[in-house]
T-cell receptor
Framework: DTGVSQDPRHKITKRGQNVTFRCDPISEHNRLYWYRQTLGQGPEFLTYFQNEAQLEKSRLLSDRFSAERPKGSFSTLEIQRTEQGDSAMYLCASSLVGRGDDGYTFGSGTRLTVV | AQKVTQAQTEISVVEKEDVTLDCVYE???????LFWYKQPPSGELVFLIRRNSFDEQNEISGRYSWNFQKSTSSFNFTITASQVVDSAVYFCALSDSRAAGNKLTFGGGTRVLVKP
């Protein structure tokens, strides 16, 4: 297993368009997290899944954002009607419940630019 | 509420100098975990260390060392004999037992620039 994969690495979109990002976690990891990182800031929690269940969503996650993790494997994060304020790095991470020893494993992120 | 403060936004040193990154945290919980991550220009967050609140032993790993002081709610990180490859943004993070799913609260990061 090569770690957490995110696709695409970069996305430029026009304001108002919809975008979807994909995250493939480490295969045996049952928890998957999405974080958002704006320029010069630390990552902020958006949401997390345990298996296929979405257990918590941050207030940062407006109605335009939706995340899914069908079958408890890969996850997608969709942003509808993008706004310039959505420009950020979207980071995915995965972990195994009860094995917080190493924190999470993060992916390289998807950098979104809304023009 | 949880909070992590990294007061230094950027530190510039010359290679072989030591550099210490400060991290101060706030939590009401007695059980919590502290982390340090490195973020090189490629963007991926690289795990460096996890420390639980009951283990106040300082730790050394190669050129890296960590000083956990519960009395001052600090978890500082020192790079000894810095190298150019250490140039990155470093984040301190906190997770406590109230944090559903062990979600992390990050500080704002400290950018370290090591000049040759």
């Amino acid at each position: 297993d090569t770690g957490v994969s995110q696709d695409p690495r970069h996305k430029i979109t026009k304001r108002g368009q919809n975008v979807t990002f994909r995250c493939d976690p480490i295969s045996e990891h049952n928890r998957l997290y999405w974080y958002r990182q704006t320029l010069g800031q630390g990552p902020e929690f958006l949401t997390y899944f345990q298996n296929e269940a979405q257990l918590e969503k941050s207030r940062l996650l407006s109605d335009r954002f939706s995340a899914e993790r069908p079958k408890g494997s890969f996850s997608t994060l969709e942003i509808q009607r993008t706004e310039q304020g959505d420009s950020a790095m979207y980071l995915c991470a995965s972990s195994l419940v009860g094995r917080g020893d190493d924190g999470y494993t993060f992916g390289s992120g998807t950098r979104l630019t809304v023009v | 509420a949880q909070k992590v403060t990294q007061a230094q936004t950027e530190i510039s040193v010359v290679e072989k100098e030591d550099v210490t990154l400060d991290c101060v945290y706030e939590t009401r919980d007695t059980t919590y975990y502290l982390f340090w991550y490195k973020q090189p220009p490629s963007g991926e967050l690289v795990f460096l260390i996890r420390r639980n609140s009951f283990d106040e032993q300082n730790e050394i790993s190669g050129r890296y060392s960590w000083n956990f002081q519960k009395s001052t709610s600090s978890f500082n990180f020192t790079i000894t004999a810095s190298q150019v490859v250490d140039s990155a943004v470093y984040f301190c993070a906190l997770s406590d037992s109230r944090a559903a799913g062990n979600k992390l609260t990050f500080g704002g990061g400290t950018r370290v620039l090591v000049k040759p």
